[in-house]
């Protein structure tokens, strides 16, 4: 089945440096992935999306590429800060008429230090 | 109006009680959702609605039992539920097409004592 593989957590950064956060998937067809972040105590936030291979996703200086080749959907900023602490998941969305049944990574924690 | 309600934003509860989870959107979404997070995990899908109608039940305990009333409006009904089942509640919207993300609540936050 349909499943999306992140690296585990936590990562701890000191501000200003790059991130990344790996994710991969698997999948049949060509589904939609997407980034969420979670801030304590809060639900959901989009932070980005991809539809179609080779679509870059970008928003707030994160940026994520969709790679159909390596499968692959990873999670990239530049400089951090301390705001970005939060969870992230990776998440795909096959094909469903009619609605989008989300498929979620495990999570990773981010801890950014001044 | 870019913006999923959910109340209450905290509940607790005995495992005799009966309470109701609600969460309301006006973005003209025709599709919603309820998910369960426990702690450190990622949400996992309880129910979708599509167009008020239940389009996926993921094996849910029969003590959950969700409704779509209108449009904009879903409700989970939670009775004689376990202490397990406490957890942080989720609901999201979504058009209902592909591509389009979710819009997620901020989540009752449930504990079953």
């Known amino acids: 089945g349909d499943s999306v593989t992140q690296m585990e957590g936590p990562v701890t950064l000191s501000e200003e440096a790059f991130l990344t956060i790996n994710c991969t998937y698997t999948?049949?067809?060509?589904?939609?992935l997407f980034w969420y972040v979670q801030y304590p105590g809060e639900g959901l936030q989009l932070l980005l999306k991809?539809?179609?291979?080779?679509d870059k996703g970008s928003n707030k200086g994160f940026e994520a590429t969709y790679r159909k080749e390596t499968t692959s959907f990873h999670l990239e900023k530049g400089s951090v800060q301390v705001s970005d602490s939060a969870v992230y998941f990776c998440?795909?969305?096959?094909?469903?008429?009619?609605?989008?049944?989300?498929?979620f990574g495990a999570g990773t924690r981010l801890a950014v230090h001044p | 109006d870019t913006e999923v309600t959910q109340t209450p934003k905290h509940l607790v509860m005995g495992m005799t009680n009966k309470k109701s989870l609600k969460c309301e959107q006006h973005?003209?979404?025709?599709?919603m959702y309820w998910y369960k997070q426990k702690a450190k995990k990622p949400p996992e899908l309880m129910f979708v609605?599509?167009?008020?109608?239940?389009?996926i039940n993921e094996s849910v305990p029969s003590r959950f039992s969700p409704e779509c009333p209108n449009s904009s409006l879903l409700n989970l009904h939670l009775h004689a539920l376990q202490p397990e089942d406490s957890a942080l509640y989720l609901c999201?919207?979504?058009?209902?097409?592909?591509?389009?993300?979710?819009?997620f609540g901020p989540g009752t936050r449930l504990t079953v004592l």
């Open positions: 999948a049949t067809g060509y589904p939609s």
């Open positions: 609605y599509s167009y008020e109608k239940l389009s």
């Open positions: 973005m003209g979404h025709r599709a």
């Open positions: 999201a919207s979504s058009q209902a097409d592909l591509d389009n993300e979710q819009f």
């Open positions: 998440a795909l969305s096959p094909f469903s008429g009619g609605y989008n049944k989300l498929i």
């Open positions: 991809a539809t179609k291979a080779d």
